[in-house]
């Protein structure tokens, strides 16, 4: 029960951290009236933060993690990730032959969950995840009209910057603290149906309206059940990247 009341408020400090962040890049690049944008200092502190536990922390005590469990369970060269064919021996012992700036690195892979993936696995995730985006959309067709907002005229005036938040930065923002942190520290105290829920709980709860909770609750366990299966973060970020493309889209026609 300890541990689980842990990883709840580790989970929401996470959570905390994502909000500080967020208003932290609006202060520091004048993004306030341009909320959209704020992921972009979100990712970078949430970057630079692990990159500066890695370089201060004892890493001759840390235990391998993900980043080398892939190689332990069998999986081929393509997922398993460089990380472990650099931070594997032939005795299994992962610490004794890597130097300091390899085991730093898969560190990193490990906090990050960023464990590669093939390209025909992401070029299937992305082909999957065109009509399950669409399905969610449908969403807009099932609750009452009152609580479906506007689509709003679609503007190039949005601008490059806009377009690179929606398409890549916010993506990989949320995906980093949702499914990389806040989903990765539930699934070591609770039953993974039960961290996905929590998780998807919370990210819905970034989105307001009830229209967008909905979709966000939705599109949340998808995400999550591609971090579970691949055990990487690139595969809902690509799931993530590919929605926001098809919600775009859907905005530029349906605008018209």
């Known amino acids: 029960m300890k ?7 580790k989970s929401f400090m996470y959570l905390l951290l994502f909000l500080l962040s967020i208003a932290l890049s609006s202060v520091i690049f004048g993004l306030s009236d341009k909320p959209e944008l704020a992921a972009v200092g979100a990712a970078l502190i949430a970057v630079g933060a692990l990159f500066l536990r890695a370089r201060f922390r004892r890493l001759d005590e840390w235990d391998g993690g993900d980043a080398l469990q892939g190689a332990e369970d069998g999986e ?4 398993s990730g460089q990380a472990a064919e650099d931070g594997e021996d032939g005795d299994g012992s992962v610490k004794s032959t890597v130097d300091a700036a390899g085991l730093r690195r898969a560190y990193i892979i ?3 969950s960023a ?19 669409l399905l969610i959309q449908c969403l807009r067709f099932v609750v009452p009209p009152e609580y479906v907002p506007e689509t709003p005229p679609f503007e190039l005036t949005y601008g490059v910057f806009s377009l690179i938040s929606l398409l890549i930065t916010t993506p990989i923002a949320e995906e980093v603290f949702f ?8 699934k070591g105290s609770f039953k993974t149906s039960t961290a ?7 990210f819905s709860g970034m989105h307001s309206g009830p229209l967008w909770s909905m979709m966000a609750i939705a599109a949340g366990i998808y995400y999550s059940a591609l971090f579970t299966k691949y055990r990487s973060i690139y595969a809902p970020i690509a799931a993530h990247m590919t929605s926001n493309l098809i919600a775009l889209l859907y905005n530029v026609i349906f605008s018209q």
């Open 110 to 112: 490990d906090k990050f």
């Open 3 to 9: 541990t689980k009341f842990l990883a709840i408020v």
């Open 115 to 133: 464990l590669p993936i093939a390209r025909k696995k992401i070029a299937i995730i992305v082909a999957v995840t065109v009509p399950v985006t």
């Open 179 to 186: 499914r990389g942190f806040i989903l990765k520290c539930l």
């Open 76 to 79: 081929d060269g393509d997922d």
């Open 196 to 202: 996905i829920i929590i998780s998807v709980l919370l």
